[in-house]
């Protein structure tokens, strides 16, 4: 047993020369040559190596972060001849998945109205006396109903008699609730995801808004 432990000893110290030496390379038995080109190539060199500051290192972390926030921001209500115009500036700076126009339904409004006057004169004196009760009043924006005054819009009738009914208690008595402005369709501009890229592309989509401002969702 003492012979064969010798033996197998001697076979394992043979085979371990044998492959430091490369003689087993033809067998595909071989070791890591450190000299090898590809190794050396891929050994850091620290000359190469350039150190940031914090204040580097802070400015590139803040611009990656803004390269990757994005918002949504739209525009509207927009009327046809409106919508045709952006719809084609988009069309030409954007692609098709950065916006859309979709169709909206504005609400129709309801003001108290007073009116109509005979002349200027008799207005004022109506301003005169809300302002000594005490009630605030608007400018109309329905040529039709001039001259008059409102004293509040509401996005429905049942909230525009509630108020009317409040301010009859308050000495009210010549107003009356009317339809400023129907129900109407339009059209607004979505941009779902607005980050810096996009953003150096929207100048010509301003443009054909008519003033209108881009906002937040």
């Given amino acids: 047993m003492l012979r064969l432990l010798v033996v197998l000893l001697l076979l394992v110290n043979g085979a371990y020369f044998l492959w430091t030496q490369g003689h087993l390379a033809p067998l595909g038995l071989a070791p890591v040559d450190p000299s090898e080109p590809q190794h050396l190539a891929q050994q850091i060199k620290p000359e190469a190596l350039t150190l940031m500051t914090a204040d580097e290192s802070k400015r590139l972390a803040a611009e990656a972060a803004a ?19 952006v719809r084609e500036a988009a069309k030409q700076s954007l692609s098709a998945g950065q916006w859309s126009l979709d169709a909206i339904t504005v609400p129709g409004r309801w003001i ?51 108020e009317l009914a409040a301010l009859s208690q308050r000495g009210v008595r010549t107003a009356k609730v009317v339809q400023e402005r129907p129900d109407s369709k339009a059209y607004a501009l979505k941009l779902p995801a607005v980050g810096e890229a996009l953003r150096s592309k929207l100048e010509p989509l301003r443009d054909s808004l008519g003033g209108k401002n881009l906002r937040p969702c």
């Fill in 67 to 85: 390269a990757s926030v994005t918002e949504c921001l739209t525009a509207g209500p927009l009327d046809e001849k409106l919508a045709a115009a």
């Fill in 112 to 162: 108290i109205y007073m009116g109509r006057y005979g002349d200027t004169d008799m207005l004022n004196r109506k301003k005169a006396e809300l302002r000594a009760r005490r009630i605030p009043f608007e400018p109309l924006n329905n040529p039709a109903l001039e001259p008059g005054l409102s004293l509040g819009g509401f996005g429905t009738q049942g909230a525009a008699n509630d």
